[in-house]
């Protein structure tokens, strides 16, 4: 097994690329060790020292990493916990576990499934490019709310995508949207 490192716009995340599906559809983020419970890759790499996040998208994996550790250090513990879990044939989540589309209804429902369409087709991709991902988690009085994860969450061009890519692009096709804002969650 080959698996292909690429950086990201976060110095503290790099993207492996096993060359197979990882999740297929979805993603999943864990952003510590308590929240890994639900998968046993997660679990594994946050196994390795210095390793705070993970991320698990289609066909890619992003680890993050302690400001104080350098990826020279942890890089070929990572690379080993990947192709170990591969070759175990382990399950990459347990269950039921993963991302679901929860429908909106409501005075707003037309508008916010504009926004889930062009966040789909326009910005998902681009995001799981540089190793990360975006979901919707609200819209109220022209306001829509996101969450970064991956690589995007912490990046520090995060807020620039935010407000400069992502905000421009729902208000030229959404007139009623007049701001982006992000969320922690």
Known sequence: MFIQT???????????LPGQDV??????????VETAGTSPLASRL????GVTGVFLGSDFITVTKADDVDWQHIKPEILGAIM????????????????????HDGPDAEIVNQIKELLDTRVRPAVAQ???????????????YLHMKGACA???SSTLTLKMGI?????????????VRPVAV
Request: hydrophobic share 35%; aromatic share 10%; charged share 20%.
């Open 6 to 16: 690429e950086s990201t716009p976060n110095p503290a995340t790099l993207k492996f």
């Open 23 to 32: 999740l297929g559809l979805g993603t999943a983020d864990f952003p510590s």
């Open 46 to 49: 946050f196994g390795v020292a």
């Open 84 to 103: 170990e879990h591969f070759q175990s044939g382990a399950a990459m989540m347990d269950g039921d576990a993963g991302a679901g589309h929860v429908a």
């Open 130 to 144: 540089d190793g990360g991902d975006i979901t919707f988690h609200g819209f109220e009085r022209g306001v829509v």
């Open 154 to 156: 912490g990046c520090p």
């Open 167 to 179: 905000e421009n692009l729902l208000r030229h096709y959404i007139p009623e949207v007049t701001e």
